[in-house]
């Protein structure tokens, strides 16, 4: 299986159990509007039964009372003369004056169904309507004119009733095989509707997609984390889970092989989308370099939604607050130490001229700083922001935070296309809020496959691995 066809199977399955709620909900409104249907359209009928024996003589009279073979097989024939006869209008206008009905004979012949016994001389009357007893008074008025009817019109041959008009069947609603036929629809059209929508706009939704569609590598992904995890996901917080702990410090690990070996760093984290939680990213990246050995410096560079403040608890007592504006200020203190090597650079004036992060005195403070710091991380606004733009034109490389199933190709692609006309490098991603468990299936079976390649014949020596008791 190639790896493309192995992404497009991962995003389709990751989109239909993502939009299960769409396919229920589908679903539900094709069922909904199939019950109303049968129960407005429902019309209950009634069929009355009753049967009739054709004789080949009249009056039932056979010499030495035993009828033979011909006269057997003359009877058969006339079965299918009789039921022409009885449909006739000439029966249907009688039974229609007798009952004083309103209709026509046409419309009370639609009703009646004279079937024909296989092999034997009874002939078989149905008539269906919606009133029981008026089913029955039809049948039974057939069967009293019948006869005279049928002496009068064939020479040959009588009809005799063989018993009185009874329901036999009624009719079922059809509300639940409808129900079932019109769940089964929505269910198949909720599922091409998501797989149209993906055609159309396909949607990062794995770390496979990103280096394929984007042609940048995925450095990390992280997991999807509730809304009560998400307060203690923070490596600065002491009941943080070993869990994020570990996934962040890995992270760390990662970022700074992509970055290089030279000493100062500066590295703007950014997104395409407004909430991609790359303030998350960023703040929990600054605290994992500090934690591997390395004096870090994490700037505020958001100047719409600053966020790093509030987090670390800074007050603006503290420190003073960057103007771009200003030639130099009374006292310059811009940093405040949260560790030991972990020091941040909360409060940035927003300018009129939109040019902070261009302007000579920023880059000399940068600089300055960039001696100090093994690694300079900017939080910023999304990719397209101004700010963000002048930012990653000083900056030494991008790392582009992306939510899965939240960002469509074609915008990141744009989103990277406009780092690369300002001079910025896109070192890689970082997929965020991953839902990996759904997938586990296809991602099992991937990597199955992905070792019978490699291993070939070895691979069936080797010992199958335990299944994680959490996943299955």
Not at 76 to 96: C, F, G, K, P
Not at 255 to 280: D, F, I, M, P, Y
Request: proline share 3%; with cysteine.
């Amino acid at each position: 299986m190639s790896e493309e066809l192995r992404v497009n199977i991962y995003e389709i399955a990751f989109l239909l159990i993502k939009r299960m709620w769409l396919i229920i909900l589908t679903a539900a409104l094709f069922v909904a509007g199939a019950y109303a249907y049968s129960e407005a359209s429902y019309r209950p009928y009634y069929v009355a039964g009753t049967s009739f024996i054709v004789n080949a003589k009249q009056n039932g009279s056979y010499p030495s009372n035993r009828p033979t073979a011909n006269d057997i097989m003359l009877a058969q024939e006339l079965v299918e003369t009789y039921a022409l006869v009885l449909r006739s209008n000439l029966v249907m206008d009688e039974v229609i004056d007798r009952l004083g009905l309103n209709m026509d004979a046409r419309r009370l012949a639609s009703m009646i169904k004279l079937s024909p016994i296989a092999d034997t001389q009874v002939l078989y009357l149905e008539v269906s309507h919606g009133d029981r007893q008026l089913a029955i008074d039809i049948a039974n008025t057939i069967t009293e004119i019948a006869p005279e009817i049928m002496m009068r019109t064939v020479e040959i041959g009588s009809i005799n009733v063989l018993d009185r008009a009874r329901v036999t069947s009624f009719s079922r609603k059809e509300t639940v095989p409808n129900c079932t036929v019109a769940g089964l629809l929505g269910i198949i059209v909720a599922v091409f509707l998501i797989v149209a929508d993906k055609a159309v706009e396909s949607r990062i939704i794995s770390a496979q997609t990103i280096p394929l569609k984007l042609g940048r590598p995925c450095l990390f992904e992280l997991e999807h984390l509730s809304r009560r995890k998400r307060k203690t996901s923070l490596l600065l917080t002491p009941d943080c889970s070993e869990e994020c702990a570990e996934a962040y410090l890995s992270m760390g690990i990662f970022v700074k092989a992509a970055l290089g070996s030279s000493r100062a760093k500066k590295l703007l984290v950014t997104s395409v989308l407004e909430g991609e939680g790359k303030t998350t990213v960023a703040v929990n990246l600054a605290l994992s370099l500090s934690r591997l050995g390395h004096k870090v410096l994490l700037v505020d560079g958001n100047l719409k939604k600053p966020g790093i403040a509030e987090i670390f608890a800074v007050s603006r007592a503290e420190t003073d607050c960057f103007d771009p504006d200003l030639e130099k200020a009374a006292r310059e203190n811009y940093l405040v130490s949260i560790t030991a090597s972990l020091f941040v650079f909360p409060f940035i004036k927003s300018s009129i001229s939109r040019v902070n992060f261009k302007s000579e005195r920023f880059i000399r403070i940068t600089e300055v700083l960039g001696e100090y710091f093994d690694y300079i991380i900017f939080d910023s606004a999304e990719a397209s922001s101004t700010d963000t733009l002048n930012l990653a034109a000083v900056s030494d490389g991008v790392l582009l935070v992306i939510r899965q199933n939240s960002v469509s190709t074609r915008s990141a692609l744009k989103a990277i296309e406009g780092l690369g006309m300002v001079g910025a490098a896109v070192i890689g991603c970082v997929l965020n809020a991953a839902r990996h468990r759904k997938l586990l299936a296809l991602a099992g079976e991937s990597r199955a496959e992905e070792k019978r390649r490699l291993l070939g014949g070895l691979g069936r020596l080797l010992p199958e691995p335990e299944k994680d008791a959490q996943t299955t």
